[in-house]
C-alpha cells in the first residue's frame, strides 16, 4: 500500500475542496473546534455521540453506522477524508471505524486541524448541508480490533504496543496530562508490553514521519515483525494512530486496535499488571 | 472538560479542581504584546516526554494536570515556538508563562 493511498496532504486537501465524491468530515471530542471554524464543506462527527453506543461500553453497531453515514451525506462511493484536533486522534479512530465497517475508500489529511491551522488555510464557520443518502455498511472486520482476552493470551506471545506516554506506562500518570487523573482502577501497563508512544510517530505539527523513520522507531523498541500486533492505550484513540502508522502506512498485516484498552484492562479483576518502565 | 483523551480549548477556571490533590501546570502563552490564542502547547517530562498537549484559549491560556516533578512546557504557533520550564513539588497550581517567538 502506498502512503498516497492513505494519506493526503493540506495542500491536496486545499486543491480538491469542491471535487466531485470527495468529503470532508471532521473528528472532534470538542465539538466547538468545528462551530470555532472548519475545513470549508466538511461534516462533523462527534466521536463521543455519535460513534459510541449511548448505553453499554461499545461503538455504534452496522445499522447505527449506516444511519449516520447517511445523514452526514455520505455515500458508498464518495472518498471520505478525514481530519481532526489533537493531531488526528480521533479522525484515526474514525478512520479505523471506517475500515472496520467496509468504506476503503478513506484517507485521512495529514497533520489534521493542526497543521491546517500552522499553515493558515482557510476556516469557516458557514453551516454545511449534504443530501442524506442510503449508506449500506459491512459486517464488522473482527481482523483489526482486539478484545480483553486475545489481549491477555498476547502477553508473552504477540506484540504489545502501549502507545501511552512514559509516565502513564509507568504509572506514574493516569491519564494524559489536560486531564484530571482519575482513570482505570489501577495504573500500570499489561507485562511484555512495549512502550512506544503514539508522539514518536509523529511531527510536531501533527504529520507522520517518514516510513523509514516509524521502521526504524518500532524496530528500535522491539517490534517483531513475524508476530501479530495488538496497540492499546486509554481508551482507544491514540492507538487507532498507531495501528494506522503500523497497518496503513508499514503495511503490517496482523496488527488489530484494542479499544477497551487501560480503562478496560486496568480494571479488570485478576490480570496481571505491570508497573514501572520495563515491559 | 469533556472525559476522552483529546485536546479540548483550555481556560484558565481552575473551578471544581481539587487542588489540594491534583498536581496542576497552568499558565499563559504570549507572542510579543499579544496572547498566544490557539497555540499548541505541549507537556514534556524531565526526559523530554511527550505528556499532554493543550490548544491555548483565546486568552493564550493552558492547564494541565501533572504528578509531582519537573516539566518542560512547549508552546507551537503560527508566531514561532517558546519553551519553560516548571518545579511541581505537590499538589497544587504551578503557574508558567511561556513566550513564543
Redesign the interface.
Known amino acids: 500500500m502506498s502512503r498516497d493511498d492513505v494519506l493526503v496532504t493540506a495542500e491536496w486537501a486545499e486543491a480538491n475542496l469542491n471535487a466531485p465524491g470527495v468529503v470532508f468530515a471532521e473528528v472532534?471530542?470538542?465539538t466547538?473546534?468545528y462551530d470555532?471554524g472548519h475545513i470549508p464543506g466538511a461534516v462533523r462527527i462527534d466521536?463521543?455521540t455519535e460513534l459510541q453506543d449511548q448505553v453499554r461500553r461499545d461503538f455504534v453497531d452496522k445499522a447505527g453506522f449506516e444511519k449516520l453515514l447517511s445523514a452526514k451525506g455520505i455515500g458508498n462511493d464518495d472518498q471520505v477524508i478525514l481530519y481532526g484536533?489533537?493531531?488526528n486522534?480521533?479522525a484515526a479512530y474514525a478512520y479505523w471505524y471506517f475500515k472496520l465497517y467496509g468504506h476503503n475508500n478513506v484517507k485521512l489529511l495529514d497533520g489534521g486541524r493542526?497543521k491546517w491551522?500552522?499553515d493558515?488555510r482557510e476556516l469557516t464557520k458557514d453551516a454545511v448541508d449534504r443530501a442524506a443518502t442510503n449508506y449500506t455498511a459491512s459486517d464488522p472486520d473482527a481482523k483489526i480490533r482486539a478484545f480483553r482476552d486475545e489481549v491477555v493470551d498476547a502477553i508473552g506471545n504477540k506484540n504489545l504496543v502501549d502507545v501511552r506516554?512514559?509516565?502513564e506506562f509507568s504509572g506514574?500518570?493516569l491519564?494524559?496530562?489536560?486531564?484530571?487523573?482519575e482513570s482505570a482502577q489501577r495504573p500500570g501497563h499489561v507485562p511484555s508490553a512495549l512502550n512506544v508512544?503514539w508522539?514518536k510517530a509523529a511531527n510536531?505539527?501533527g504529520t507522520f514521519k517518514s516510513n523509514d523513520e516509524l521502521l526504524e522507531l518500532y524496530k528500535e523498541q522491539g517490534l517483531d515483525e513475524g508476530k501479530a500486533t495488538i496497540a492499546y492505550?486509554?481508551?482507544g484513540?491514540?492507538s487507532s494512530h498507531t495501528w494506522f502508522a503500523l497497518h496503513e502506512l508499514l503495511g503490517l498485516s496482523d496488527v488489530k486496535n484494542y479499544d477497551g484498552s487501560w480503562t478496560e484492562y486496568g480494571s479488570l479483576v485478576g490480570v496481571p499488571i505491570a508497573v514501572g518502565t520495563e515491559s | 472538560?469533556?472525559?476522552?483523551?483529546?485536546?479540548?480549548?483550555?481556560t484558565a477556571d481552575l473551578a471544581g479542581?481539587d487542588l489540594t490533590t491534583?498536581?496542576v501546570?497552568a499558565g499563559r502563552v504570549r507572542t510579543g504584546d499579544q496572547p498566544g490564542s490557539?497555540a499548541?502547547v505541549r507537556?514534556l517530562?524531565g526526559?523530554g516526554?511527550?505528556?499532554?498537549?493543550?490548544?491555548a484559549s483565546a486568552e493564550g491560556d493552558f492547564?494541565?494536570?501533572?504528578?509531582p516533578?519537573d516539566w518542560r512546557v512547549r508552546a507551537?504557533h503560527?508566531a514561532g515556538t517558546g519553551e519553560a520550564l516548571v518545579h511541581a513539588d505537590g499538589p497544587g497550581l504551578h503557574e508558567v508563562a511561556v513566550v513564543v517567538a
Open positions: 472532534d471530542e470538542d466547538s473546534a470555532g466521536w463521543k484536533g489533537n493531531n486522534w480521533f493542526k491551522e500552522l493558515g506516554s512514559p509516565d506514574k500518570l491519564a494524559p496530562a489536560h486531564l484530571p487523573q508512544p508522539s510536531e505539527d492505550c486509554r481508551i484513540e491514540r | 472538560m469533556t472525559d476522552g483523551c483529546g485536546a479540548p480549548t483550555q479542581v491534583q498536581v501546570v490557539g499548541f507537556l517530562n526526559d516526554e511527550f505528556a499532554g498537549e493543550v490548544v492547564r494541565f494536570f501533572a504528578a516533578g507551537l503560527r
